[in-house]
């Protein structure tokens, strides 16, 4: 998960977006019995699916 004006990591939203869509195919090839979904919240709080 990831949200808006991140100050640990002060990038882009699409950098965000693509460090989220990373991340999410790292842990899915752990092969672990769990669905993984990649989420951002934006700065209104809204949770968006960035990746499944």
Do not use: Q
């Amino acid at each position: 998960m990831g949200h808006y004006d991140c100050a640990a990591n002060p990038v882009s939203d699409c950098e965000h977006f693509w460090d989220i869509a990373v991340s999410t195919c790292r842990i899915k090839s752990w092969g672990l019995p769990v669905r993984v979904v990649g989420l951002w919240v934006d700065k209104f709080g809204h949770v968006h699916v960035v990746s499944r």
